[in-house]
Antibody, heavy 121, light 111 residues
Framework: EVQLVESGGGFVHPGRSLRLSCAAS????????MHWVRQAPGKGLEWVSG????????GYADSVKGRFTISRDNAKNSLYLQMNSLRAEDTAFYYC??????????????WGQGTLVTVSS | QSALTQSASVSGSPGQSITIFCTGT?????????VSWFQQHPGKAPKLIIY???KRPSGLSNRFSGSTSDNTASLTISGLQAEDEADYYC???????????FGGGTKLTVL
């Protein structure tokens, strides 16, 4: 069974950093591109970042470019999101999502349950 | 990169069909067949229901169908059922800027 389990969310003050992790199991991790998608409470989905199977292709939403860094460790079946200079508008549930392809396509066929990041003073 | 455009809400009665439209540009929807649709029930993670414009994941009901034309994608749900009441999001690969963009979401109400 495919499982994606996010961790690392929590409460943080503006300007601080947080690192999210996603532990993957039940599929061949390095066969798939991976993504982070967020959803502010009561709002819609927003793609945050994606990384191809071999980390050769990486993309970011304009809203996080220069502040967030995505990475993966295929040996550990894990995806990460380093979030720096956090702002109140980054408050959201952050989902780890698996792409159906090894490149970035947006066809997210498996999702984690999400981890909540709250940025507030 | 602007979000794809979806109507905020749509409604239908059980047994009826509804269509949700998603409008983009030649840089996203119009640039490839890489359009996906997701269903999200309250408090749950989204679920993929259409990928590559018109393909259904294995095991998904054929009441769900998708299509694309120029810069617009559409999702049709036929034979509406109470459990179809949810939020629906379109998503497209984008050729420039961010790789992936979502629509704002459409809330489906089954009357």
């Amino acid at each position: 069974e495919v499982q994606l389990v996010e961790s690392g969310g929590g409460f943080v003050h503006p300007g601080r950093s947080l690192r999210l992790s996603c532990a993957a199991s039940g599929f061949t991790f390095d066969d798939s591109a991976m993504h982070w998608v967020r959803q502010a409470p009561g709002k819609g989905l927003e793609w945050v970042s994606g990384i191809s199977w071999n980390s050769g292709s990486i993309g970011y939403a304009d809203s996080v470019k220069g502040r967030f860094t995505i990475s993966r460790d295929n040996a550990k079946n894990s995806l990460y999101l380093q979030m720096n200079s956090l702002r109140a508008e980054d408050t959201a549930f952050y989902y780890c999502a698996k792409d159906m392809q090894f490149i970035l396509t947006g066809a997210f066929d498996r999702w984690g349950q999400g981890t909540l990041v709250t940025v507030s003073s | 990169q602007s979000a794809l455009t979806q109507s905020a809400s749509v409604s239908g009665s059980p047994g009826q069909s509804i269509t949700i439209f998603c409008t983009g540009t030649s840089s996203d929807i119009g640039s490839s067949n890489l359009v996906s649709w997701f269903q999200q029930h309250p408090g749950k993670a989204p679920k993929l229901i259409i990928y590559e414009g018109n393909k259904r994941p294995s095991g998904l009901s054929n009441r769900f169908s998708g299509s694309t034309s120029d810069n617009t994608a559409s999702l049709t749900i036929s034979g509406l059922q109470a459990e179809d009441e949810a939020d629906y999001y379109c998503c497209s690969y984008a050729r420039s800027g961010a790789f992936v963009i979502f629509g704002g979401g459409t809330k489906l109400t089954v009357l």
